[in-house]
């Protein structure tokens, strides 16, 4: 019996080049969801639900595949910090979150689009920030730009700098796919990494 199509429903290069870790052969769809958060909804709700609603929007198209949703938040202080847009409202994230600790939360989400089964996990990252000065926030996001990221930094780029301390159960997590997670459900689903 052939394996389902894996499908990665996102347009991260990120998490494409996480993905492409294990070697399984996997295609990439834009799931085209508002990633808004509901009003009073909790990060690590928030979270799940967008990374299942990322995974449903493109199963019509992938019918017989096994599709893979993720979505991260940012929270501080129980103020979510999303994908910040622009430089200035990076600059308001990063001056909040200096020296201190923020949760990054990972949902995961993997649909088998053919029996509509459906797993979700969600992996949580603790993030102690540097007590950064304006001018290194500034310089930071000149060099990088990380305006597509949850919490304005880039652990994978120059924002390993911005940051003192992770803790967490898996680094891929804070880069926006949790394999460790992901290989679990992918086994669950009689899928094999080796």
């Known amino acids: 019996m052939p394996k389902p199509a894996l499908i990665l429903a996102s347009t991260s290069p990120f998490r494409r080049e996480l993905l492409a870790r294990l070697g399984l052969p996997f295609e990439t769809a834009n799931p085209g969801v508002d990633e808004t958060m509901f009003p009073d909804e909790r990060p690590e709700a928030g979270a799940l639900r967008l990374s299942q609603a990322k995974a449903e929007a493109v199963a019509?198209?992938?019918?017989?595949?096994?599709?893979i949703g993720s979505d991260q938040?940012?929270?501080?202080?129980?103020?979510?910090?999303?994908?910040p847009g622009n430089h200035a409202n990076a600059v308001r994230q990063l001056r909040a979150m200096r020296g201190r600790s923020v949760n990054f939360f990972t949902g995961l989400c993997l649909l088998d689009a053919s029996s509509g089964r459906c797993h979700l996990r969600g992996v949580p990252t603790l993030v102690s920030f540097r007590d950064l000065t304006d001018a290194e926030i500034d310089a930071y996001l000149r060099k990088e730009e990380p305006y597509n990221c949850?919490?304005?930094?880039?652990?994978?780029?120059?924002?390993?700098?911005?940051i003192a301390r992770i803790d967490g159960e898996d680094p891929n997590a804070l880069i926006g796919l949790p394999l460790i997670a992901l290989c679990d459900l992918l086994r669950i689903e009689n899928v094999s990494v080796f």
């Open 150 to 162: 949850a919490g304005s930094a880039k652990s994978e780029g120059l924002g390993i700098a911005l």
């Open 73 to 83: 938040v940012a929270c501080l202080d129980g103020q979510v910090f999303g994908k």
């Open 60 to 67: 019509s198209a992938y019918p017989e595949a096994l599709i």
